[in-house]
């Protein structure tokens, strides 16, 4: 063989040898005819988004049975993601359950976790475990936009100047916020720590015990109200509408009601357009359907149950938008959302708004008894849905779970270690896979508390009227002690405590294990407003 023919030889095997390490590359990559294009793994942890509403009842979906209402927008992260059926914030009102959801302490390990006024020092330590936090040190941007009421500063407030500690002292590198509720003072945003759009010329001032001369009231001026009040909303008044509290200057800073659902929705899609390149969470906290029940013009009338029943209407809307926005950002499939509401329903509230009235056949406890305020089930039963395009299976759990146990549960989905003594890891309960649920959670209510065990709730006896007349509502205390089996008797009409005392020995056991045996004491007088 000549030497000519040796040299065409060698490259001969040279280009059959590239030819198939290219083929075998291909193939590997999925590049072939016939291959499959690999599905794309998650670099980075998934973005978080909480999205939270204030007095939304168990029934007042139509993904949950309501059918006089309809809430298309959630109802297809529900048809989407899980819908459960036991999900429970911590107790059945505001202030206690927002402390348990970013703390994953219960809140009746801190007596002074109970409705504040917009004057309150900041309830969560600054040296406290947080959610926001824990997300923060596994390297997400955090935010919370809309409403706070875990209280700001250290008890004397100047809304002139920078107010902390607060949101960003906890754990939120971003926060747009109302200080307390829609119907309290100061009735301002406030961007990290500064009233917003505030005229230095016109400062506020902010007083719960006393007016300031010459300001009129709900109760001096009638003539100025737009909205009638019925109990504890009768101090200043601002847009028409009696709050508690009172409040003298920053009139250029004050909000509008009317359009408070779309300012926190565009606040919330902004952020997620500026922040869509790096892992965030975001707490989204929407003030629907709380008091006073505002909706925009647009939204008026097109629920049939009155302004509570649009305000719904318009809460889905929103959610709607906010969903559209992740898509359109191209970060839907690397978001898990989580909707869930802080206690159950109440109707009248402290204004005449027709939310009786204009009921009908609608019921927002969903067949559940009692409401806000109540140790029954409506009082802390509420809708819970868990939405990741792509990686949550549809379906329905029955599990029990609690908003309390995100901590420890989204600490293990981002490989955090940090957790605390009440939150649990309820994470593939969460994400569909399996898994389960809490054996026992005590549920609270104005200081009283109850045990969830398995199908069963205990409440203890406790002193105090059942029904209050002010809210419409029953709240649980009874002088004797009260069993009842939630698989068989949801709206808890059979007290068992009698006829199965085996039962309730073994429910007391554990509560008092869990809870200490000096439950009873220091209750708190309960509080609507």
Same mark, same amino acid.
């Given at each position: 063989m000549n030497r000519l023919n040796r040299i065409l030889l060698v490259l001969f095997f040279i280009l059959l040898q590239i030819f198939f390490v290219n083929c075998k590359n291909k193939i590997d990559n999925g590049d072939m005819k016939g $291959? /499959? /294009?690999p599905k794309s793994e998650i670099v980075n942890n998934p973005n978080i988004v909480i999205i939270y509403l204030d007095d939304l009842g168990y029934g007042d979906l139509s993904s949950y049975g309501a059918t006089q209402? $309809?809430?298309?927008? !959630?109802?297809?992260l529900a048809s989407g993601g899980? *819908?459960?059926t036991n999900g429970y914030a911590s107790s059945a009102t505001c202030t206690p359950s927002r402390y348990a959801l970013l703390? @994953? #302490?219960?809140?009746?390990r801190n007596k002074k976790a109970k409705i504040l006024p917009g004057t309150a020092p900041l309830l969560i330590s600054t040296e406290q475990q947080t959610l926001p936090k824990m997300l923060k040190n596994m390297g997400y941007q955090t935010a919370i936009v809309g409403k706070w009421h875990l209280g700001l500063g250290t008890g004397v407030v100047n809304w002139n100047t920078r107010i902390f500690p607060g949101?960003? /002292?906890?754990g939120f590198d971003e926060s747009y916020i109302l200080a307390a509720t829609q119907d309290r003072v100061p009735t301002v945003y406030i961007n990290n720590g500064n009233v917003v759009n505030l005229d230095s010329k016109d400062p506020i001032s902010v007083n719960y015990k006393k007016n300031f001369e010459g300001e009129p009231t709900a109760i001096s001026n009638p003539e100025m109200l737009n909205m009638k009040w019925h109990h504890g909303h009768n101090n200043s008044i601002v847009n @028409?509408? @009696? *709050?508690?509290?009172? #409040?003298?200057g920053g009139k250029t800073a004050k909000w509008s009601d009317t359009d408070m659902a779309d300012h926190f929705l565009d606040k919330a899609k902004n952020y997620v357009k500026t922040h869509k390149n790096k892992s965030f969470f975001l707490y989204y906290a929407m003030q629907q359907p709380h008091v006073p029940r505002t909706p925009h013009p647009r939204f008026i009338g097109t629920s049939g149950l009155g302004p509570r029943g649009d305000v719904i209407v318009e809460a889905d809307w929103c959610i709607g938008e906010f969903m559209k926005t992740l898509k359109e950002e191209g970060i839907l499939e690397n978001t898990l959302v989580i909707f869930s509401s802080d206690n159950g329903p109440v109707l009248n509230d402290g204004y005449y708004d027709d939310a009786i009235e204009k009921l009908g056949s609608h019921d927002p406890n969903g067949g559940l008894r009692g409401g806000k305020y109540s140790i029954f089930e409506a009082g802390t039963r509420v809708p819970f849905i868990t939405y990741w395009k792509g990686k949550v299976q549809p379906g329905i759990s029955h599990e029990v779970i609690c908003q309390m146990d995100l901590l420890a549960s989204? @600490?293990?989905?981002?490989g955090s270690k940090e957790t605390t003594m009440d939150s649990e890891d309820v994470l593939n309960v969460l994400l569909g896979k399996g898994g389960k649920g809490r054996d026992n959670l005590i549920l609270e209510a104005s200081s009283k508390t109850a045990l969830r065990h398995g199908d069963?709730? #205990? !409440?203890?006896p406790y002193k105090g009227t059942n029904f209050r007349k002010e809210v419409g509502i029953e709240v649980g205390s009874f002088p004797e002690f009260q069993l009842y089996n939630l698989k068989e008797d949801l709206g808890q009409k059979n007290n068992l405590a009698k006829s199965n005392s085996e039962k309730l020995k073994e429910l007391l056991g554990i509560f008092e294990t869990l809870r200490g045996k000096n439950y009873n004491k220091n209750i708190n007088k309960i509080r609507f407003k």
């Open positions: $291959q /499959e /294009e209402i $309809q809430t298309p927008n !959630i109802d297809a899980i *819908r459960f703390t @994953g #302490m219960y809140p009746w949101p960003n /002292e906890v @028409g509408i @009696g *709050r508690i509290g009172f #409040m003298k989204l @600490g293990k989905l981002t069963w709730l #205990m !409440i203890p």
